[in-house]
């Protein structure tokens, strides 16, 4: 640095902003952000203070550890600050690339492409975006303008994201409510073959996107049906387009979930979550060829689908050392494993508790169901907190496994009777017996009539009933 040279840092100190102000989390999000987050947070008192966080776990300041079985949603595949990934970013910063010119082709992309194909045998492009709703954008335009075609069919229940066009295609009444209008697409039951060729025959019909497995819930589609999906689509001359947003990239104990089912290869693929690492927001959408040619039919068309930061240096990095990671460290022969072994040992306790109605999944993405239990006492309490809000039994499970065992998990929808656990894909068998444990005693608690779980179950109502 020359005597004329600015300092780079000026007076920005990371560590010292958060030293003097993370104390004020709660406060800032309620008075900048969405003010109901942190009334949410204290109501069902998650409202902790994490200060650091690595693999599958979090530390509180009293140095406490919490398992972490939500991975952030799926995006924290790897566990937080994989050294692979933090390399690879550290590594990107120092090279200075010459990165987002707009007008010449950097490596990076091409190369995390050419890996995430090397997956995807019967695809051959990849286009990239920011994020798994950006991914899902990309794949509805280009069914749309590769068939010619106006209407997209989804399934019930399903989630795809939340901007409109992927809002369009959301399954689920509560996130499109007061968005209208959306774009005209129409919702079909999950694994119901007549009545997808019925909306077909209509002959507008430019896709159908489907989750393999669907992350409300975690129902998984009936076997065969992607594959007699697949063969209807193409017979009417339309897509299927898979979203592997949250199943993908291992989660279920193959790459894709719809590897589950042999004969099945989507026109276009839809990723995002656990690619970025947990550092960079990125999603890809994958595609065949002449879909791809078709969208970018010439070169007045070669930005008619871009994205701003779409394919930036430190998304590419992240993503090609996760992949390096799945394979160099056998992540997801890991997730199959943990997966049978939690979801053998979970299915075991369906007769031990009248409360647990189901044990579903795959890999490591495993749906708790809760159900009517059969004798009077327990009957009694059940049906109170149906009265108030369908969702409430789940809530008052993952409550005190969080606060009595240090275990986050969440419900797996708004209204459900279902816990959904998407852990790191790194967990062990030490994780598993943790969880295992500390859900048996939730259970014995809650069938024991135990005081503190249904005393809060009682403030469940109090708030549900409040805000009606």
């Given at each position: 640095?020359t005597?004329?040279?600015?300092?780079q840092?000026?007076?920005f100190?990371?560590g010292k902003?958060?030293?003097?102000?993370?104390a004020?989390?709660y406060?800032?999000?309620?008075?900048?952000?969405n003010?109901?987050l942190?009334?949410?947070?204290h109501?069902?008192?998650f409202d902790k203070?994490?200060?650091?966080?690595?693999?599958?776990?979090?530390?509180?300041?009293?140095?406490?550890?919490?398992?972490?079985?939500?991975a952030?949603f799926?995006?924290?595949?790897?566990?937080?600050?994989?050294p692979?990934?933090?390399?690879a970013?550290?590594?990107?910063?120092?090279?200075?690339?010459?990165?987002?010119?707009r007008?010449?082709?950097?490596?990076l992309?091409g190369?995390?492409?050419?890996?995430?194909?090397t997956?995807?045998?019967?695809?051959?492009?990849?286009?990239?975006g920011?994020s798994?709703?950006?991914?899902?954008?990309?794949?509805?335009?280009?069914?749309?303008?590769?068939t010619g075609k106006?209407?997209?069919?989804?399934?019930?229940?399903?989630?795809h994201?939340?901007?409109?066009?992927?809002?369009?295609?959301?399954?689920?009444s509560?996130?499109?409510?007061g968005?209208?209008?959306?774009?005209?697409?129409?919702?079909v039951?999950?694994?119901d073959?007549?009545?997808?060729?019925?909306e077909?025959?209509?002959?507008?019909?430019a896709?159908?996107i489907?989750e393999?497995?669907?992350?409300?819930g975690?129902?998984?589609?009936?076997?065969g049906y992607?594959?007699?999906?697949?063969?209807?689509?193409?017979?009417h001359?339309?897509?299927?387009?898979a979203?592997e947003?949250?199943?993908?990239?291992?989660?279920?104990g193959?790459?894709?979930?719809?590897?589950?089912e042999?004969g099945?290869?989507?026109?276009?693929v839809?990723v995002?979550?656990?690619?970025?690492?947990?550092?960079?927001?990125?999603?890809?959408?994958?595609?065949?060829?002449?879909?791809f040619?078709?969208?970018?039919?010439?070169?007045?068309?070669?930005?008619?689908?871009?994205?701003s930061?779409?394919?930036n240096?430190?998304?590419?990095?992240?993503?090609?050392?996760?992949l390096?990671?799945?394979?160099?460290?056998?992540i997801?022969?890991?997730?199959?494993?943990?997966?049978e072994?939690?979801?053998?040992r979970l299915?075991?306790?369906?007769?031990k508790?009248?409360?647990?109605?189901?044990?579903r999944g795959r890999?490591?993405?495993i749906?708790?169901?809760f159900?009517?239990?059969k004798?009077?006492?327990?009957?009694?309490?059940?049906?109170?907190l149906q009265?108030?809000?369908?969702?409430?039994f789940?809530?008052?499970?993952?409550?005190?496994?969080?606060?009595?065992?240090?275990?986050?998990?969440?419900?797996?929808?708004?209204?459900?009777e279902v816990?959904?656990?998407?852990?790191?894909l790194?967990?062990?068998?030490?994780d598993?017996?943790?969880?295992v444990?500390?859900?048996t005693?939730?259970?014995d608690?809650?069938?024991?009539?135990g005081?503190?779980?249904?005393?809060f179950?009682?403030?469940?109502?109090?708030?549900?009933?409040?805000?009606?």
């Amino acid at each position: 640095m020359t005597a004329e040279t600015p300092s780079q840092s000026g007076d920005f100190d990371l560590g010292k902003l958060l030293a003097g102000r993370a104390a004020e989390r709660y406060e800032l999000h309620a008075r900048h952000l969405n003010h109901q987050l942190p009334r949410m947070l204290h109501t069902i008192g998650f409202d902790k203070y994490y200060e650091r966080a690595e693999g599958a776990y979090f530390w509180d300041a009293e140095g406490n550890d919490y398992l972490d079985m939500l991975a952030g949603f799926g995006v924290m595949g790897l566990g937080r600050h994989h050294p692979v990934v933090r390399k690879a970013l550290h590594d990107v910063l120092d090279a200075s690339l010459a990165d987002l010119t707009r007008f010449d082709c950097q490596p990076l992309p091409g190369l995390l492409a050419e890996q995430l194909l090397t997956h995807s045998p019967h695809l051959d492009r990849v286009f990239f975006g920011n994020s798994g709703t950006e991914a899902v954008e990309t794949a509805l335009k280009f069914a749309r303008y590769a068939t010619g075609k106006p209407r997209v069919l989804y399934c019930a229940h399903a989630f795809h994201g939340l901007t409109t066009g992927s809002l369009s295609v959301n399954g689920e009444s509560g996130f499109r409510d007061g968005f209208a209008p959306l774009l005209p697409d129409t919702a079909v039951p999950l694994g119901d073959l007549d009545v997808l060729e019925r909306e077909l025959r209509k002959g507008d019909v430019a896709a159908l996107i489907v989750e393999p497995i669907q992350g409300k819930g975690v129902h998984e589609s009936p076997p065969g049906y992607l594959r007699a999906a697949q063969e209807l689509l193409h017979r009417h001359k339309a897509l299927l387009i898979a979203d592997e947003v949250q199943t993908g990239l291992g989660r279920t104990g193959d790459f894709y979930a719809y590897q589950h089912e042999t004969g099945v290869e989507p026109d276009l693929v839809c990723v995002a979550k656990a690619l970025s690492g947990g550092y960079v927001p990125v999603g890809a959408t994958l595609g065949k060829d002449w879909i791809f040619k078709k969208v970018y039919s010439s070169m007045d068309r070669v930005l008619v689908h871009s994205a701003s930061f779409g394919a930036n240096a430190q998304a590419m990095a992240a993503g090609l050392a996760v992949l390096s990671v799945l394979e160099n460290e056998k992540i997801v022969a890991n997730a199959r494993a943990m997966g049978e072994e939690l979801k053998s040992r979970l299915a075991a306790l369906v007769d031990k508790y009248e409360l647990l109605s189901e044990v579903r999944g795959r890999g490591l993405m495993i749906g708790i169901e809760f159900g009517r239990p059969k004798s009077l006492k327990l009957r009694s309490r059940w049906t109170m907190l149906q009265a108030a809000r369908k969702g409430l039994f789940a809530q008052m499970v993952v409550v005190p496994l969080l606060q009595r065992h240090r275990i986050l998990t969440q419900v797996s929808g708004d209204h459900l009777e279902v816990i959904k656990l998407i852990p790191p894909l790194i967990i062990g068998e030490r994780d598993v017996d943790r969880f295992v444990d500390a859900f048996t005693d939730v259970m014995d608690d809650a069938h024991n009539g135990g005081g503190l779980m249904w005393d809060f179950g009682k403030t469940l109502v109090k708030q549900a009933v409040a805000n009606r």
